[in-house]
């Protein structure tokens, strides 16, 4: 694994920035997207910069189920705000929460994911040490399926929702095989909360129990993190 480490959220914003520029001048096309707090510094960077994504396509990690695309807690409504509205992409590609039948749906992205493999996937990690939404304990070959939200996923996210009862307690997401396709990943975490999940992710002993210690086994992994988040290296 690369590690950078920077000061704080904006420069690590700039250098994933950079990452994308890199990436997309080697010919990558295909992006496989994050939500949450970690990457809304990077997404502002490729907002406020001229790159180009009409001719890329975007597949997301994640979404909660039973939330239509328009709830501005969905990641989907997340996504337009932070990125697709300012920056389009040819085609983009979220789990539809709202879906009326679960398996078929999982069919759908999973075959989504078959016929756009990912050129760089972006992610950010949990407090403990998930990705997208792969909790503890979650198979390493798993493809896209529903999962159950741990308590501590609940009461992190809890802050985006007016009460933590209102956060959803399933999500559609990718599993870890399929991050593990990704043909590049820049992993992103900011702050000390983040500290014990990103030593663990990188120096930890490679085990489901600790999903982003998967990527120890990825051959072209870069992680961003700042200062505080690096503090237990
Ligand atoms: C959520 C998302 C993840 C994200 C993680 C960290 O549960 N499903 O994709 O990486 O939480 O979120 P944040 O960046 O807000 O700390």
Do not use: W
């Amino acid at each position: 694994m690369k590690v950078i480490i920077v000061k704080d959220k904006e420069v690590g914003g700039k250098k994933a920035y950079d990452v994308f520029v890199e990436t997309l001048k080697k010919g990558s096309r295909t992006f496989g997207l994050a939500t949450g707090g970690t990457p809304e510094t990077t997404y502002k960077q490729l907002v406020n910069s001229d790159l180009d994504f009409t001719d890329c396509t975007s597949v997301n990690l994640d979404e909660y189920v039973g939330l239509t695309p328009d709830n501005p807690q969905s990641y989907n409504y997340y996504m337009h705000k932070h990125l697709f509205d300012s920056k389009p992409f040819k085609n983009s590609y979220l789990p539809d929460g709202s879906a009326k039948d679960e398996n078929e749906e999982i069919k759908r992205y999973n075959n989504i994911l078959k016929d756009n493999p990912i050129d760089l996937q972006l992610l950010g990690i949990g407090k403990n040490g998930h990705i997208g939404f792969n909790e503890p304990g979650s198979p390493i070959d798993a493809k896209t399926r529903k999962v159950h939200l741990t308590e501590s996923t609940i009461a992190a996210n809890a802050r985006y929702f007016k009460n933590k009862d209102e956060v959803p307690q399933y999500a559609y997401s990718m599993g870890i095989g399929s991050i593990m396709q990704a043909k590049e990943i820049l992993v992103e975490a900011f702050g000390a909360e983040k500290a014990e999940a990103v030593a663990k992710m990188i120096e930890g002993k490679v085990s489901p129990d600790v999903p982003a210690s998967i990527l120890q086994r990825h051959a072209n992994v870069t992680v961003i993190v700042d200062e505080q988040a690096a503090k237990l290296l």
